[in-house]
């Protein structure tokens, strides 16, 4: 954001008080009384400007109107006193604290106090969207600690009892039922489930989980009630470290130099000793309050909030929200794109992709699997019955169901016993013989990437189910229109397996990295940094929230369950569409470039002005109207942004579900 900053420090968070504790409402603060001195400034500047307007020939309105301009001008002390402290402290520097107040005391000494009022408001408008950036980035925390919940259900001698979470410590045995959020890191140590991991992990496919296996805090128990043996208190589980070092990227996040500063460094010095000598030459006060009013660095300020506006205002009809003119200078130089795989360059769950039939029809052997997980609500599932419905094959219900501890399912149907599950469900059949040429081509289609399920009826496996999740249909054509703005590392990080990570990135031609936890992303992110590099991080998970923190620009793919990573992102796509990725891309190269304009429209109304203003070819009043004209010139080139078509490649209206016209049958 281009303008002066209001707030001499910045004010110190209050203890967080625990994981739970008050949360650190500066940036809450600081955003509702930048809004009320903007929306004051705003009513003074219009009606004084009205007053004017109308009501110029009329001594008390008249008298009226300089009464408001001077509130609003009012409203301007806290850069007064910045500039103030900054003369005294820090006699050798030129803020822009210092030059506007010095110019706006040539302002009012001609005279021009609604052109006062109006510089002021110009200023809170500038500081509002700054701390509005600044909320948003606070806000993905609190939504994070909402996966946690509040109260632990805690076994003992006497049964079970719901205590607070943090009153949750290492040994205590929890008790997760169906469709719980498990509250703290842990062992499970009684029963079998399906575990919704894909927040943390990344990976698409739920987990099933026994006796043994370690769990998250903030994953969801999908199938029957486990017991956990807490290993980690509230305060140190995975869903607090991810907070953790959410919290220190964001604090580690260092805003883009500010354009007005970087024009201070050079050019106002010359202005104030030009404006100095000439009124020591001259002896006229008039000439140098011209030489100020004309100087003034409003439209130069104006230049970048007004082209961040219009490109903010393109993406939103697009369904990208864009937080904050930091992120569109620092995506307009990306030099590396990290993207996550599992729902943003592939689709949200596997889709079935291979149909192996031993001694039936594909047909078949799709029909006899659709009918025993028609009733499970499991993502496998739903793939079969999906593909099963696109085939047009009849499908009904089972005459009985169960679901087999998570690794399967079993059912009947006219007499017949069927069952889909993994290679754990048929290693725990001891009755069952599975060729060695089956067990070879599953292998074989697990080191392809593919997660693999068997289709057994009367207790014989009659076919092989491949599962992958496929590369959107626009993924291709995203990747290489980020090739041609000039970004040639282009690599996939995800918390998936390798084989199936390698299989998504081998299609799109693009590098990998996999099996990255949440903290090895950060690390992934921070790498890059080092060498140099902007890097952007395009994710849609939980698991994705700490990296879309720490990167240059967090770009996050909206879809249920993705709330804290839109809330930690820098840019949000709505609508689950990756082609929105390279919009977001598109806009910010030409959002930059119309703040360069701008920034050179400004600059050479200054020196023309300047010019006139030295020689005393122009006076107050004609210099107010030759900076009216600069800021004109800036609004209007900023306008043309909102026309700005950044032509994304098509994108079919489903792409976030592949068609599963991409199953195949293996050779």
């Not at 707030?7 to 008080?17: I, L, W």
């Not at 795989?341 to 052997?365: H, M, N, W």
């Not at 996999?514 to 994710?539: C, F, Y």
Request: hydrophobic share 50%.
């Amino acid at each position: 954001m281009t303008s002066v900053s209001l707030t001499s420090a910045p004010a110190k968070p209050r203890p967080a008080g625990g994981l739970f504790g008050e949360a650190d409402l500066s940036q809450e603060r600081l955003l509702h009384r930048n809004f009320t001195f903007l929306a004051v400034s705003a009513l003074c500047m219009g009606s004084s400007g009205l007053i004017a307007l109308w009501g110029k020939s009329s001594v008390p309105w008249t008298g009226a109107g300089h009464v408001i301009s001077f509130i609003g001008l009012a409203l301007g002390l806290p850069m007064y006193w910045i500039a103030v402290k900054t003369v005294i402290l820090a006699r050798n520097k030129l803020t822009t604290e210092v030059f506007i107040t010095i110019a706006l005391a040539a302002v009012v000494y001609e005279g021009q106090y609604w052109y006062a009022a109006w510089v002021v408001f110009i200023l809170w408008l500038g500081e509002t969207l700054m701390a509005w950036a600044g909320r948003q980035a606070r806000s993905a925390v609190g939504a994070l600690l909402g996966l946690i919940p509040r109260e632990a259900r805690v076994a003992g001698p006497d049964g079970t009892r719901m205590v607070p979470v943090e009153q949750v410590e290492v040994g205590d045995v929890v008790v997760v039922n169906p469709g719980e959020r498990i509250p703290t890191d842990g062992i499970l140590v009684q029963g079998e489930t399906t575990v919704d991991e894909s927040m943390i992990t990344g990976e698409a496919v739920p987990a099933d989980h026994a006796v043994g296996d370690h769990l998250y805090a903030g994953t969801v128990n999908l199938h029957a009630t486990v017991r956990i043996r807490a290993t980690t208190t509230t305060e140190d589980n995975t869903v607090a470290s991810i907070v953790t070092l959410m919290r220190q990227a964001q604090a580690a996040h260092i805003p883009a130099k500010r354009t007005v500063d970087l024009f201070l460094r050079w050019f106002l010095p010359l202005v104030l000793l030009s404006a100095a000598v000439t009124g020591f030459l001259t002896g006229s006060l008039e000439r140098v309050a011209a030489i100020l009013l004309v100087i003034t660095p409003c439209a130069f300020s104006a230049s970048t909030p007004l082209a961040l506006i219009a490109t903010i205002g393109v993406a939103a009809r697009l369904g990208i929200v864009i937080k904050g003119g930091t992120c569109i200078e620092a995506l307009s130089r990306v030099s590396v794109v990290l993207l996550d795989k599992t729902g943003t360059l592939t689709a949200s769950t596997p889709q079935l992709s291979v149909i192996e039939a031993i001694g039936r029809t594909e047909d078949e052997v799709l029909t006899v699997a659709a009918i025993a997980e028609r009733p499970s609500s499991h993502p496998l599932a739903r793939a079969v019955c999906a593909a099963a419905s696109e085939r047009d094959l009849a499908v009904v219900d089972p005459d009985e169901f169960e679901l087999a501890s998570g690794h399967g399912v079993i059912a009947s149907y006219a007499g017949h016993r069927i069952a889909v599950g993994s290679a754990r469900f048929l290693d725990r059949r001891d009755d069952l013989v599975v060729p060695g040429s089956v067990r070879d081509r599953a292998a074989s289609l697990e080191a392809a990437g593919y997660t693999i399920a068997y289709v057994l009826e009367q207790d014989t496996v009659i076919g092989i189910l491949g599962f992958l999740a496929q590369p959107r249909a626009s993924a291709s054509a995203v990747i290489a229109g980020l090739r041609d703005l000039g970004i040639r590392q282009l690599i996939m990080v995800t918390g998936d397996r390798s084989r199936p990570a390698r299989a998504v990135a081998a299609q799109l031609g693009i590098e990998h990295e996999a099996e990255a936890t949440p903290a090895g992303k950060l690390s992934i992110v921070r790498r890059w940094q080092d060498e140099g590099h902007t890097v952007a991080m395009v994710g849609d998970g939980i698991n994705d929230a700490t990296a879309l923190a720490a990167a240059d620009v967090g770009i996050a793919m909206v879809s249920a369950g993705a709330e804290v990573s839109a809330l930690a992102a820098d840019v949000v796509i709505h609508g689950d569409r990756l082609s929105r990725v390279l919009a977001a891309a598109r806009l910010a190269r030409r959002g930059t470039n119309t703040i360069k304009t701008n920034i050179v429209f400004a600059t050479g109304y200054n020196l023309i002005g300047l010019g006139l203003a030295l020689t005393g070819v122009i006076g107050p009043g004609e210099a107010v109207l030759f900076h009216c004209g600069s800021f004109i010139s800036v609004v209007l080139n900023s306008a043309f942004m909102l026309g700005y078509d950044p032509k994304l490649p098509d994108e079919p209206a489903d792409d976030k579900e592949p068609s599963s016209q991409l199953i195949a049958t293996a050779a």
